[in-house]
């Protein structure tokens, strides 16, 4: 970890001091006019995996951006988990809403991604990290989810 954050800031330190051209290649600028590192592109072209409402105001840092589960998979793990504790009914029963009454914790839940898929499926999560700021973007995601209070 301690040669990525070298690396970064030696880039960083790069970028300043060299020409605008060479500042072009080393970023990108997406069509919001954010200038994002271009190491970052390739998230940037499948943030609608990894956020379907991305448009609406997702926020992400650059350590989100790598470590985000994609939103297919955070929805079929939440699924999964609630219907272990919630499963189907048998032929006579009423029928399963599907929302397990369980609380999940998340240890390490970055922006938020598996979070969110947690919160539409269990009654209660619980969401860790160790960065405030990424703690305060997971809030903000799960607003823009409407499942900010199940968290």
């Not at 994002?36 to 992400?60: C, H, S, T, V």
Request: charged share 25%; hydrophobic share 35%; glycine share 8%.
């Amino acid at each position: 970890m301690g040669k990525r954050k070298r690396k970064q800031s030696q880039s960083a330190h790069m970028t300043t001091a060299n020409s605008v051209e060479s500042r072009s290649a080393s970023t990108f600028v997406t069509p919001q006019g954010q200038e994002m590192p271009a190491a970052l592109e390739k998230y940037w072209q499948q943030r609608y995996n990894f956020f379907w409402r991305f448009d609406e105001g997702i926020a992400i840092d650059e350590e989100g951006w790598y470590s985000v589960t994609p939103e297919a998979i955070a929805e079929d793990t939440a699924e999964r988990i609630a219907q272990l504790y919630n499963p189907k009914p048998r032929k006579n029963e009423q029928k399963s809403t599907g929302f397990g009454r369980i609380c999940i914790v998340d240890a390490f839940c970055g922006v938020g991604g598996n979070a969110i898929k947690f919160a539409e499926w269990c009654e209660h999560v619980i969401a860790i990290d160790i960065d405030p700021g990424r703690l305060e973007m997971a809030r903000h995601n799960a607003e823009i989810y409407g499942v900010a209070d199940r968290i």
